[in-house]
T-cell receptor, first 110, second 118 residues
Framework: QQPVQSPQAVILREGEDAVINCSSS?????VHWYRQKHGEAPVFLMI?????EQKGHEKISASFNEKKQQSSLYLTASQLSYSGTYFC???????????FGQGTELSVKP | ETGVTQSPTHLIKTRGQQVTLRCSSQ?????VSWYQQALGQGPQFIFQ???????GRGNFPPRFSGLQFPNYSSELNVNALELDDSALYLC?????????????????FGPGTRLTVL
């Protein structure tokens, strides 16, 4: 079942912070976060396994609440380059298929 | 180290035709996953190949089939094309990585093939 992301879209001014949430109804092994710019391939940002963050990226961090099967992506001091659509992908077991949410469109304005 | 490449970049077909899309995985990666991404949607998992064997399949009909070759490159074949098959087709390659919390697969995506079915 597809994870649910919120918000669907967010507009920021440069330097502002944002939080994107991803929620699943299934028990998860991992949550993956990607950013996709228009017309380009998704770019890997972060993966979280049960127990904590596995890998980070620049000023972007994330958390994974295993009890609630929820993950949040935190973008601090946003830059223009952060604009794009953010997807979470969830994995129920290692090596299993990655199920993506519907995406959160982030626009950072000067 | 070369990244994931896909060919062709764009393709136009008519309903009922067949299409083959190709993907070269990143050096050292033995797993390839294929995704379909409709406009404004997240990628949808089609199937995954690990060491030339299908290793999981999403909710796609049998007319979507694939292959993985000994060099780990892969093909996606779609028969009897329908209008709804119009989408961006992405492949992603990966290999298991051992981390302190467990092993995981970091997937690297190719640029995609834009398929239009008329």
């Amino acid at each position: 079942q597809q994870p649910v992301q919120s918000p669907q879209a967010v507009i920021l001014r440069e330097g502002e912070d944002a939080v994107i949430n991803c929620s699943s109804s299934k028990a998860l092994y991992s949550v993956h976060w990607y950013r996709q710019k228009h017309g380009e391939a998704p770019v890997f940002l972060m993966i979280l396994l049960k127990g904590g963050e596995q890998k980070g990226h620049e000023k972007i961090s994330a958390s994974f609440n295993e009890k609630k099967q929820q993950s949040s992506l935190y973008l601090t001091a946003s830059q223009l380059s952060y604009s794009g659509t953010y997807f979470c992908g969830t994995e129920e077991y290692r090596g299993g298929k990655l199920i993506f949410g519907q995406g959160t469109e982030l626009s950072v304005k000067p | 180290e070369t990244g994931v490449t896909q060919s062709p970049t764009h393709l136009i077909k008519t309903r009922g035709q067949q299409v083959t899309l190709r993907c070269s995985s990143q050096s050292g990666h033995n797993t390839v996953s294929w995704y379909q991404q409709a406009l404004g949607q997240g990628p949808q998992f089609i199937f995954q190949y690990y060491r030339e064997e299908e290793n999981g399949r999403g909710n796609f009909p049998p007319r979507f089939s694939g292959l993985q070759f000994p060099n780990y490159s892969s093909e996606l074949n779609v028969n009897a094309l329908e209008l709804d098959d119009s989408a961006l087709y992405l492949c992603a390659s990966s290999s298991p990585i051992a981390g302190p919390l467990g092993s995981y697969n970091e997937q690297f995506f190719g640029p995609g093939t834009r398929l239009t079915v008329l």
